[in-house]
Protein backbone atom coordinates (compact mmCIF):
# COMPACT_ATOMS: atom_id res chain seq x y z
CA UNK A 1 0.00 0.00 0.00
CA UNK A 2 0.87 3.56 -0.26
CA UNK A 3 0.49 6.24 1.76
CA UNK A 4 0.46 10.01 1.16
CA UNK A 5 1.18 12.37 4.09
CA UNK A 6 0.43 16.22 3.53
CA UNK A 7 1.40 19.58 5.32
CA UNK A 8 1.79 22.98 5.22
CA UNK A 9 -1.34 24.05 5.61
CA UNK A 10 -3.04 27.00 7.42
CA UNK A 11 -4.38 30.96 7.33
CA UNK A 12 -2.65 33.64 5.85
CA UNK A 13 -3.62 37.27 4.69
CA UNK A 14 -4.26 38.20 0.77
CA UNK A 15 -0.75 38.42 -1.03
CA UNK A 16 0.65 35.89 1.83
CA UNK A 17 2.51 32.94 0.52
CA UNK A 18 2.47 28.65 1.71
CA UNK A 19 4.24 25.92 0.82
CA UNK A 20 2.40 22.36 0.95
CA UNK A 21 4.31 19.49 0.92
CA UNK A 22 3.04 15.92 0.10
CA UNK A 23 5.22 12.50 1.06
CA UNK A 24 4.48 9.13 -0.31
CA UNK A 25 5.72 6.45 1.19
CA UNK A 26 4.98 2.77 0.93
CA UNK A 27 5.90 -0.25 -1.80
CA UNK A 28 7.06 2.11 -4.43
CA UNK A 29 8.46 1.12 -7.38
CA UNK A 30 8.28 4.20 -9.69
CA UNK A 31 5.96 7.52 -9.59
CA UNK A 32 4.40 8.86 -13.32
CA UNK A 33 2.93 12.01 -11.79
CA UNK A 34 2.13 13.99 -8.80
CA UNK A 35 -0.56 16.55 -8.50
CA UNK A 36 -2.04 18.85 -6.57
CA UNK A 37 -6.08 19.42 -6.54
CA UNK A 38 -8.57 21.37 -4.34
CA UNK A 39 -11.64 21.84 -3.76
CA UNK A 40 -13.40 24.84 -2.68
CA UNK A 41 -16.70 25.52 -0.85
CA UNK A 42 -19.57 24.85 -3.03
CA UNK A 43 -17.28 23.66 -6.04
CA UNK A 44 -15.93 20.74 -7.15
CA UNK A 45 -12.63 19.18 -7.36
CA UNK A 46 -10.21 20.88 -9.74
CA UNK A 47 -6.47 20.66 -10.77
CA UNK A 48 -4.01 22.99 -9.66
CA UNK A 49 -0.85 21.57 -10.83
CA UNK A 50 0.77 18.65 -11.91
CA UNK A 51 4.42 17.26 -12.55
CA UNK A 52 5.34 14.33 -14.59
CA UNK A 53 8.11 12.04 -14.21
CA UNK A 54 10.08 13.73 -16.68
CA UNK A 55 9.58 17.05 -15.56
CA UNK A 56 6.74 18.95 -17.51
CA UNK A 57 4.58 20.65 -15.72
CA UNK A 58 0.65 21.45 -16.03
CA UNK A 59 -1.05 24.40 -14.34
CA UNK A 60 -4.69 25.72 -13.94
CA UNK A 61 -5.01 29.05 -15.46
CA UNK A 62 -6.14 30.80 -12.09
CA UNK A 63 -2.98 29.86 -10.42
CA UNK A 64 -0.19 30.23 -13.52
CA UNK A 65 2.47 32.57 -12.56
CA UNK A 66 1.72 32.61 -8.97
CA UNK A 67 1.71 28.89 -8.18
CA UNK A 68 5.24 26.41 -8.55
CA UNK A 69 4.84 22.36 -8.43
CA UNK A 70 8.06 20.97 -7.71
CA UNK A 71 9.27 17.51 -6.68
CA UNK A 72 12.08 15.69 -4.75
CA UNK A 73 12.59 12.10 -6.31
CA UNK A 74 14.86 10.92 -3.68
CA UNK A 75 11.82 11.45 -0.81
CA UNK A 76 8.94 10.79 -3.12
CA UNK A 77 7.73 14.32 -1.88
CA UNK A 78 6.09 16.73 -3.97
CA UNK A 79 5.73 20.86 -2.83
CA UNK A 80 3.37 22.99 -4.23
CA UNK A 81 4.69 26.76 -3.32
CA UNK A 82 1.73 29.21 -3.43
CA UNK A 83 2.73 33.17 -3.58
CA UNK A 84 0.62 35.98 -4.04
CA UNK A 85 -2.20 34.05 -2.42
CA UNK A 86 -6.09 35.34 -2.82
CA UNK A 87 -9.36 35.17 -1.37
CA UNK A 88 -10.57 32.71 -3.75
CA UNK A 89 -7.63 30.41 -3.36
CA UNK A 90 -9.39 29.19 -0.18
CA UNK A 91 -9.75 25.28 -0.21
CA UNK A 92 -8.73 21.93 0.79
CA UNK A 93 -5.49 21.25 -1.18
CA UNK A 94 -5.57 17.02 -2.03
CA UNK A 95 -2.38 15.61 -3.04
CA UNK A 96 -2.85 12.99 -5.97
CA UNK A 97 0.17 10.57 -6.80
CA UNK A 98 -0.23 8.22 -10.07
CA UNK A 99 2.47 5.37 -9.21
CA UNK A 100 3.44 1.79 -9.90
CA UNK A 101 3.10 -0.08 -6.02
CA UNK A 102 1.74 -3.88 -6.94
CA UNK A 103 -0.16 -2.10 -10.02
CA UNK A 104 -0.79 1.00 -11.67
CA UNK A 105 -3.00 3.24 -9.93
CA UNK A 106 -3.63 7.23 -8.24
CA UNK A 107 -3.38 7.54 -4.68
CA UNK A 108 -4.91 10.79 -2.42
CA UNK A 109 -3.49 12.60 0.30
CA UNK A 110 -6.27 13.73 3.26
CA UNK A 111 -5.99 16.90 2.22
CA UNK A 112 -4.73 20.09 4.12
CA UNK A 113 -7.11 23.28 4.87
CA UNK A 114 -5.70 26.69 3.39
CA UNK A 115 -7.53 29.87 4.08
CA UNK A 116 -6.54 33.19 2.50
CA UNK A 117 -8.17 35.93 4.05
CA UNK A 118 -8.41 39.43 2.98
Known amino acids: QVQLVESGGGLVQAGGSLRLSCAAS????????MAWYRQAPGKQRELVARLTSIGSTNYADSVKGRFTISGDNAKNTVYLQMNNLKPEDTAVYYC????????????WGQGTQVTVAS
Open 96 to 107: NVNCLSRTIRDY
Open 26 to 33: GSIFSINF
